[in-house]
Nanobody, 124 residues
Framework: QVQLVQSGGGLVQPGGSLRLSCAAS????????MGWFRQAPGEERECVGT????????YPKDFGKGRFTISRDNAKDTLYLEITSLKPEDTAVYYC?????????????????WGQGTQVTVSS
């Protein structure tokens, strides 16, 4: 099975940018649909975006308006999330996840493997 280890994140000023990474071991990510999710304090976990093993991208809600970009590098077994023009409301713990089964890519319950989570705080 795959293990996911996240890096990046931290404290960022409003308007700034960052890139989160999610490195896999134990298996090749080419076998998995991958996704990024986030959970703000007191809120439910929500899907930021996904990329299937066939490189189909899904950005639900307002995440598709250009500030969030997901990419995957199968050669490096790494998933990335770039966020630009950061806002205080982007403050959350961000998680990467992998699933091998089919089904709705934005459904977090279908993902079997999760990274440890990375805190992103947007504040001046």
């Amino acid at each position: 099975q795959v293990q996911l280890v996240q890096s990046g994140g931290g404290l960022v000023q409003p308007g700034g940018s960052l890139r989160l990474s999610c490195a896999a071991s134990g298996d090749r990510i080419s076998r998995y649909d991958m996704g990024w999710f986030r959970q703000a304090p007191g809120e439910e976990r929500e899907c930021v975006g996904t990329v299937t093993r066939g490189f189909e991208y899904t950005y639900p809600k307002d995440f598709g308006k250009g500030r969030f970009t997901i990419s995957r590098d199968n050669a490096k077994d790494t998933l990335y999330l770039e966020i630009t023009s950061l806002k205080p409301e982007d403050t959350a713990v961000y998680y990467c996840a992998a699933k091998i089964r089919g089904g709705l890519v934005v459904d977090s319950t279908l993902y079997d493997y999760w990274g440890q989570g990375t805190q992103v705080t947007v504040s001046s």
